[in-house]
């Protein structure tokens, strides 16, 4: 069984910086692209960043520039550092894994989520 935690989650004001964690544990022989994705109530999910195993990303309009996504591929973890951040930002966040696991099988897995809520 694989997993995805996310953390990092919180209040802050606008103009504020946040860091989110996700960390992907259970049998995994390798991580192909892992991201980000947010949604707030009323809205579909939508993409922030990914990052391919390779280290290529990828960036949603609205956050380029503000936002980095980055990842350990030893440690199985992606992290999404949101900074100038603005009240359209808040939502709750996920990860997201495209994963092979120990049965070579090849699924995305999500987190739970967690919640970003930026105050004006």
């Known amino acids: 069984q694989v997993q995805l935690v996310e953390s990092g989650g919180g209040l802050v004001q606008a103009g504020g910086s946040l860091r989110l964690s996700c960390a992907a544990s259970?049998?995994?022989?390798?991580?192909?692209?892992m991201g980000w994705y947010r949604q707030d109530p009323g809205n579909q999910r939508e993409l922030v960043a990914d990052i391919t195993s390779g280290g290529m990303t990828n960036y949603a309009h609205s956050v380029q520039g503000r936002f980095t996504i980055s990842r350990d591929n030893a440690k199985k973890m992606v992290y999404l550092q949101m900074s100038s951040l603005k009240p359209e930002d808040t939502a709750v966040y996920y990860c997201?894994?495209?994963?092979?696991?120990?049965?070579?099988?090849?699924?995305?897995?999500w987190g739970q989520g967690t919640q970003v809520t930026v105050s004006s």
């Open positions: 259970g049998i995994i022989l390798s991580i192909n692209s």
């Open positions: 997201n894994a495209d994963v092979i696991n120990a049965y070579s099988r090849r699924s995305v897995y």
